[in-house]
């Protein structure tokens, strides 16, 4: 691996992206927290218009330094600290296998992209697998380290704050990539994304992420009876973006449909080998943003892509 920068306790932080409550344009992602008091993300505007890479990454890298503490004192419970969950329908890695059986992660060079606070890294870790947790924000990387020291030490695997659209890693580094709903659904050019794993991912290695569903695009974000009914069309890749008052963007996400994933991933040198979308299941009785037990066992909500690189 080359040109490696891990996190330590005292970094700066960095500006970015948000949500408000009230408005509906696009569905909110389940690692959504609110704005905090005094942020941009107070009176930010959602309206729909193209958002660039750069400026997409600026903006998402900002709103999770803002909102990284009030996210993970809502959702850590949830998360656990060394848990793999894939999304809030609770699919737990432990039980799916996406990776493989944990008995064979052992040893394996892992890349977590958009790590957030390396919960699912830290699982990884807990198998025998060698893991490498990335992520965009700071201050997501940070409660990392507050966990690795709440459980008698720091990070027992290496911290990297990088852009995943540029990947801070030698060719074939290494043998297996996920990412559980991060990065990606942020990203205006996913596609290069996947072309950075493909290139740091050894032949023959998997790779498997997790993003919103694409048909929640079409549906009001809301976790009650009117969030099942389609406000926009399906087809319109339009950004969802969150303004100030300047015109500014503080949050993007964007849309692709599942035939737009499906090339890009062939694109990049992948092979499709199975497209997961869990069912909500009886016990989880939790509501998250725009997940809810009603819409979960009604409509799909999260989407996992199983792929293998060629």
Known sequence: ???????????HPSGGPAMTDGDHLGPRGPL????????????AEAVRRPAGGRESSRANRGWW???????????????????FVWGPEGLDEAEARLLGPAEQLRGLRVLEVGAGAAQCSRWLADQGARPVALDLSHRQLQHA??????????????LVEADAR??????GSFDLACSAFGALPFVADPERVFAQVARVLRPGG????????????????????EGLTIVNSYFDRTPYVEQDAGGHTVYAEHH??????VRDLVGAGFRLDDLV???????????????SPLRGRLVPGTAIFVCTRV
Do not use: C
Not at 256 to 261: A, H, I, S, V
């Open 65 to 83: 330094d803002r909102n990284a503490d009030e996210y993970q004192n809502d959702h850590g419970d949830f998360l656990g600290d060394a848990r």
């Open 206 to 225: 998997r790779w498997v992420f997790s993003l919103t569903h694409p048909l929640r695009w079409t549906l009001a974000d809301e976790p009650g009876p």
């Open 32 to 43: 959504d927290a609110p704005g905090t008091g005094g942020s941009p993300d107070d009176d």
């Open 1 to 11: 691996m080359e040109q490696k920068h891990e996190v330590d306790g005292d970094v």
């Open 145 to 158: 380290l507050r966990i690795g020291a709440g459980q008698g030490g720091d990070a027992a695997f290496p």
């Open 166 to 171: 540029a990947l801070p890693f030698a060719d």
């Open 256 to 261: 692709r449909t599942l035939g737009d994933r």
């Open 277 to 291: 979308e869990p069912e909500w299941p009886e016990w989880n009785q939790q509501v998250w943003g725009g997940w």
